[in-house]
């Protein structure tokens, strides 16, 4: 079985500074890990997903996260978080079946 | 491309009213999820389809709900009666199966029962 755990239910930074998101994961197979980005009013968009080989994954707009087996963790960062950044984040995870198990999500709130 | 596309984008009804939410998936997708989002317990998968056949609806939290797949491009979800607390955002999303693969999600259904 899998499941996910989202660190912070709101995080908070400045315009410009480091973006970290945390998530860690439990799963009883090598999991496939996904992040997702909601806007208000849209669905879920995959930001980035990591399968097999590299363990630093690059997504779009400028995140990236780093699977970290030992740790069981898949956080999430960017090195200059922008006004357009504010969003809700989700963590996800899947064995070898065929539902991703999301985390409760975190909010991500950009300082001016 | 066009994306999942889900049906109406709002809802508001009258308790005990019968609700029918559609969706379209993605051309292709054999799989299809329905999932309801509110603030209190987050995203919950209520059911998913493969190849137009109920997979799991363990997540469905009552008999008032029913799902159906009759074609590989639609699906409707549907609440009779329909209560307050079923009030939510109601997502659609399809995927090409497996785990490794990413789900593509509409831009959800945001229903209220008054």
């Known amino acids: 079985a899998q499941s996910v755990t989202q660190l912070g239910s709101h995080v908070s930074v400045s315009e410009g500074a480091l973006v970290l998101l945390r998530c860690n994961y439990s799963?009883?197979?090598?999991?496939?890990l996904f992040w997702y980005v909601q806007y208000p009013n849209q669905g879920l968009q995959l930001l980035l997903k990591?399968?097999?080989?590299?363990?630093l994954v690059k997504g779009i707009n400028g995140f990236e996260a780093e699977f970290k087996k030992s740790e069981t963790s898949f956080h999430l960062t960017k090195p200059s978080a922008h006004m357009s950044d504010a969003a809700e984040y989700f963590c996800?995870?899947?064995?070898?079946?065929?539902?991703?198990?999301f985390g409760k999500g975190t909010r991500l709130h950009i300082l001016p | 491309d066009a994306g999942v596309i889900q049906s109406p984008r709002h809802e508001v009804t009258e308790m005990g009213q019968e609700v029918t939410l559609r969706c379209k998936p993605i051309s292709g997708h054999d799989y299809l999820f329905w999932y309801r989002q509110t603030m209190m317990r987050g995203l919950e998968l209520l059911i998913y389809?493969?190849?137009?056949?109920?997979?799991?609806d363990s997540g469905m939290p009552e008999d008032r709900f029913s799902a159906k797949m009759p074609n590989a491009s639609f699906s409707t979800l549907k609440i009779q009666p329909s209560e307050p607390r079923d009030s939510a955002v109601y997502f659609c999303?399809?995927?090409?199966?497996?785990?490794?693969?990413?789900?593509?999600f509409g831009d959800g259904t945001r229903l209220s029962i008054l």
């Open positions: 389809f493969n190849n137009n056949v109920p997979i799991d």
């Open positions: 996800a995870v899947s064995g070898r079946d065929d539902k991703i198990i």
């Open positions: 999303a399809s995927s090409t199966g497996q785990g490794n693969q990413p789900q593509h």
């Open positions: 799963s009883s197979v090598p999991p496939y």
């Open positions: 990591y399968t097999t080989g590299a363990t």
